[in-house]
């Protein structure tokens, strides 16, 4: 299976009301992960992360800044590449920033761990 990694509705990068997102940056530890590319069935070239492996930066117009994980252990098959060019992209539906696949074995574990949106919503409450 494959994951789209993005932005809950609720992170702060989002709040349009107190700022605007300007740049999203894809350099991690020196390395631009938009200039891998993944190739081919099995998709070589791809990426390992760890969860707590940065994915990207995400800067604002107050000067804040973002720095976003990968979550889960999975390999980068894409990046979003239309966010360099139009950061303003991450407030649509269209705005995921990478797509990844998580390792086979912990995919029904991973699962288990799913919040529906009320649930989520519920928990944003409690903060």
């Known amino acids: 299976g494959i994951c789209a990694i993005g932005l809950a509705p609720g992170h702060g990068a989002l709040n349009k009301k ?3 997102v300007t740049k999203i940056d894809f350099i991690v530890n ?7 590319k993944v190739s081919g069935k099995r998709k070589k070239g791809g990426i390992w992360f ?3 492996h ?5 800067e604002c117009d ?3 800044k973002y720095l976003v994980k990968a979550s889960i ?8 590449l239309t966010l360099l ?4 992209n991450i407030y649509t539906s269209s705005g995921h920033l990478v797509v990844v696949a998580p390792k086979k074995e912990e995919i029904s ?19």
């Open 18 to 20: 107190k700022r605007k």
């Open 30 to 36: 020196e390395k631009n992960i938009a200039d891998f």
């Open 50 to 52: 760890v969860a707590s």
């Open 54 to 58: 940065p994915l990207c930066t995400i």
């Open 62 to 64: 107050d000067g804040s």
């Open 73 to 80: 252990r999975c390999k980068l098959y894409e990046v979003n």
């Open 85 to 88: 060019d139009c950061p303003e």
């Open 109 to 127: 574990e991973m699962r288990t761990n799913l919040v529906g949106k009320s649930e989520y919503e519920k928990l944003r409450l409690d903060l």
